[in-house]
């Protein structure tokens, strides 16, 4: 008997952990990008990070939660706003290139779902007006703070360096 019931409790525990495998591949893979940053070239990375991250999940069928976090100095990249006077004043490279990441962070809110957040607190710091931060982008009222919690929640964090 003790045989029999050997056997049926390694069963039940490799049907167990099937079953866990199969639903932690099923669960959407949940991602928090962080951008604090000034620098242009590395934000553009960034965004070519989340399409290629967003293209494998995408291959392998995969659901997922991806949420960009600006913060800081990342706030120049979801405004037209010059930022003047303000620690985050844009310069030349950005001016050239903002039409171009403009699109492409667009482009991954309506076309591929990203969820795209602005720490209020920065915004709020340097007294720019919510209109002028582009349509695409919701507010959340810490980026640290929703950083933190996404990350309680499973969410991988990724910083592109």
Do not use: W
Not at 49 to 55: D, E
Not at 80 to 99: F, G, Q, S, V, W
Not at 118 to 137: A, F, H, M, P, Q
């Amino acid at each position: 008997m003790s045989s029999l019931f050997k056997r049926l409790t390694q069963g039940l525990i490799v049907s167990v952990f099937v079953l866990f495998s199969a639903l932690a591949l099923a669960a959407p893979a949940k991602v928090v990008y962080h951008v604090d940053f000034n620098d242009v070239t590395r934000y553009s990375a960034t965004l070519t990070s989340i399409n290629n991250i967003l293209a494998a999940y995408e291959n392998d069928l995969r659901d997922y939660e991806l949420t960009l976090v600006f913060v800081g100095h990342g706030i120049r990249f979801v405004t037209d706003d010059p930022l003047k006077a303000t620690p985050y004043a844009t310069n030349a490279d950005l001016d050239k290139r903002r039409p171009e990441l403009k699109g492409r962070l667009e482009a991954l809110v309506k076309v591929r779902n990203v969820k795209v957040l602005l720490c209020d607190k920065t915004r709020d710091e340097i007294g720019l007006d919510k209109s002028k931060i582009y349509s695409v982008v919701s507010l959340t009222p810490s980026g640290v703070a929703t950083i933190a919690d996404l990350q309680m929640q499973g969410a991988a964090y990724l910083k592109i360096q």
